[in-house]
């Protein structure tokens, strides 16, 4: 397996980078001479860069490969998303994907990498990946256009991407050198939001994610929605702002149930406190237990707290059962995050509603109090559905194309 670390000796560099050359010395006074040889010292491992073929600078040279992908996906898969259908579909699939995996038990899977994709007519159809098929369709010509990474990293710097989208977001990081996975993850590895806290909670602990950190995860839902649990609606949000990654979503959940956005009765959902929004049952259960209540309620306008816990699990999540002593710090390759706007950092009570809905679960903290926003009550619009996702691949994995994905991810794991 080639490394993705520079070898020592090693002379020959990829065609798609070269060192920037050394500054020379100045032929200054001795002392001047130390001192600046000192500084270059302490800076050098700051400083370190590498150009690549198209310009951009790195500071791995193995991080280089990244930018055609980032300029592709860039232009070709989001296009004009700006933390829309196509930024929440490439999210949730980075979660399916890399979840497959356990600390106690090898057949669960490798983890982050690919097995979703790659074995796609099995796993797409489990229930609790209904709707990652509209990920496929987006993601899959891509994939067949880039087989110099795998189709882990794929999924995975696709995410991280995604989330740059996302005004909000802290920049996030992103590891490189995922293997591909050699077989498909087995059913019962994605929790389902029909599963309650403590099973929910077992099986990301056993994956290796805490309560904190699932709970921190959880916050993708302030960017999400949903398109497969009322059969007759798509794009329902979880929250009314589902295009900005701020503190709403924890806000929202926690609000007294009125309303249901269709029809009653769909597994996995409760009642939503604004028109237009869906709440799953199980993030109303993160909201309400005992042994996350706590954790959820601390996200309630505190932005920095939610964007820092998120992307450090996130982090974590997306190189489950990979070996991150054999990957690459690509993180500069990823483009800067969207702020949000100063007047949007306050969370807010929608109209219509105020503290008197809250339904109060931590024991040990108030709900912070918070202005209710100004007007007539809301109906929130569901988040646009980009045909563009809508190719021939089933919600059940038939019809999906994925005969040229084991040959494209042999040639480039057995290269990294
Ligand atoms: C741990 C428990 C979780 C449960 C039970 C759960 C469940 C769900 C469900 C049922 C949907 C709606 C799917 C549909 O009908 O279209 C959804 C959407 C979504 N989830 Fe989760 N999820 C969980 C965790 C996560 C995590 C950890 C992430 C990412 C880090 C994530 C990211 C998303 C995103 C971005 C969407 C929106 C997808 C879209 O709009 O296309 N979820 N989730």
């Not at 930024?87 to 980075?94: E, F, G």
Request: aromatic residues 8%; charged residues 15%.
């Amino acid at each position: 397996m080639r490394s993705l670390e520079p070898k020592v000796g090693d002379n020959t560099k990829p065609s798609w980078c070269s060192p920037v050359p050394a500054a020379p010395t100045p032929m200054f006074s001795k002392s001047l001479v130390v001192l600046a040889a000192l500084a270059t010292v302490l800076a050098s491992p700051l400083e370190r860069r590498v150009t690549c073929a198209g310009g951009q600078t790195t500071s791995n040279e193995a991080c280089c490969v990244l930018f055609p992908v980032l300029e592709d996906i860039q232009a070709n898969l989001f296009g004009n998303d700006t933390c829309g259908d196509a930024s929440h579909t490439a999210l949730r699939v980075s979660f399916h994907d890399a979840i497959g995996f356990s600390m106690t038990n090898k057949s669960f899977g490798t983890g982050a990498d690919g097995s979703i994709f790659l074995f796609g007519e099995t796993e797409l159809s489990y229930p609790a990946n209904l709707g990652i098929a509209d990920a496929f369709n987006l993601e899959a010509p891509f994939i067949n256009g880039h087989p110099e990474i795998s189709v882990a990293d794929f999924i995975q710097f696709t995410a991280a991407v995604s989330l740059t989208k996302c005004p909000g977001v802290a920049q996030p990081t992103f590891m490189f050198g995922r293997v591909d996975a050699k077989a498909p993850a087995p059913i019962g590895t994605v929790p389902q939001p029909t599963d309650n806290i403590p099973v929910i909670l077992a099986r990301m602990g056993d994956a290796g994610l805490n309560a904190q950190e699932t709970v921190a995860l959880i916050a993708s839902h302030s960017i999400a929605g949903a398109d497969d649990i009322d059969p007759n609606l798509q794009g329902l949000p979880f929250d009314s702002t589902p295009s900005t990654f701020d503190t709403q979503f924890f806000v929202e959940t926690q609000l007294r149930g009125t309303v249901f956005p269709g029809s009653a009765g769909n597994a996995g959902e409760v009642m939503a406190p604004i028109k237009g929004e869906l709440r799953l049952l199980s993030d109303s259960n993160f909201a309400r237990d005992s042994s996350t209540s706590c954790f959820f309620q601390a996200n309630v306008n505190n932005q920095q707290l939610m964007a820092n816990n998120f992307k450090a699990a996130f982090a974590k999540m997306q190189s489950l059962g990979q070996d991150v002593s054999k990957m690459v710090d690509c993180s500069d390759v990823l483009p800067p995050v969207i702020p949000l706007p100063g007047a949007q950092q306050a969370a807010f009570f929608p109209s219509g509603t105020d503290q008197e809905d809250v339904e109060q679960a931590c024991a040990t903290a108030a709900f912070p109090s918070l202005p209710v926003l100004p007007g007539p009550l809301e109906t929130v619009a569901s988040i646009f559905q980009d045909p563009a996702t809508d190719g021939n691949c089933d919600d059940d994995g038939s019809g999906c194309v994925l005969s040229e994905f084991p040959t494209a991810a042999k040639r480039s794991s057995s290269e990294l």
